[in-house]
């Protein structure tokens, strides 16, 4: 997710930097971390999860010490965060360990934000920046899906499954609120620039 500070410095256009080249690793990393998933090699699936999750506070650190802050980076991580939950999901879904409904309720929010970018952008407006609650939203329910995978990893119905997984679960409610507190956040700022716009 990309940080206050690194969205406070001035973005360039540069395509080809080293910060951008590890955010495409890290999405064309998303896609194996499902596989893994859903093949049940949730072991594997954790540790490249851990690894992709490192780079994406690597890119950051990066992009600002040797000034490679580029407006493809900015899109890129939201972009990586919202693949890797989704996939994630799908794979924890088809493997019964995560209930479908969370899924669609998760990829109902990104539809509509996906619309409100589309209206924004035909009335010349760009993406609204990254609200805090959105943030965190996001945050939380990337803690959820490795605890849910840890509580599967070590035995069954055991004292730490039960913890891991109620938290993860827990994680995945409160994740899920405030991705959605945040939706109708950029909603509103969205109605209000296009009313703006009109007058």
Not at 33 to 57: K, P, Q
Request: net charge positive; glycine share 8%; aromatic share 10%.
């Amino acid at each position: 997710m990309p940080d206050s500070e690194t969205q406070n410095v001035e973005a360039s256009r540069q395509v080809w930097t080293a910060p951008n080249l590890i955010s495409f690793l890290r999405i064309v990393s998303i896609p194996v971390i499902a596989w893994l998933i859903g093949s049940n090699h949730l072991v594997w699936s954790l540790i490249i999860m851990t690894v992709s999750g490192m780079s994406d506070g690597v890119d950051g650190y990066v992009a600002r010490r040797f000034d490679q802050v580029s407006v493809l980076g900015q899109m890129l991580d939201p972009i990586a965060d919202r693949l890797l939950i989704i996939c994630s999901c799908i794979a924890l879904g088809v493997v019964h360990i995560l209930p479908w409904w969370i899924l669609i309720v998760i990829c109902c929010r990104d539809f509509v934000m996906g619309v409100e970018v589309l209206i924004l952008a035909n009335k010349g407006y760009g993406p609204l920046p990254v609200h805090f609650v959105g943030k965190v939203g996001t945050f939380v329910l990337l803690v959820a899906i490795p605890c849910l995978i840890i509580s599967h990893i070590i035995p069954l119905l055991t004292l730490a499954s039960i913890s891991f997984y109620c938290f993860g679960m827990a994680s995945c409610y409160w994740g899920i609120g405030l991705y959605w507190t945040a939706g109708i956040i950029y909603i509103v700022q969205g109605i209000g620039l296009i009313k703006k716009r009109k007058h």
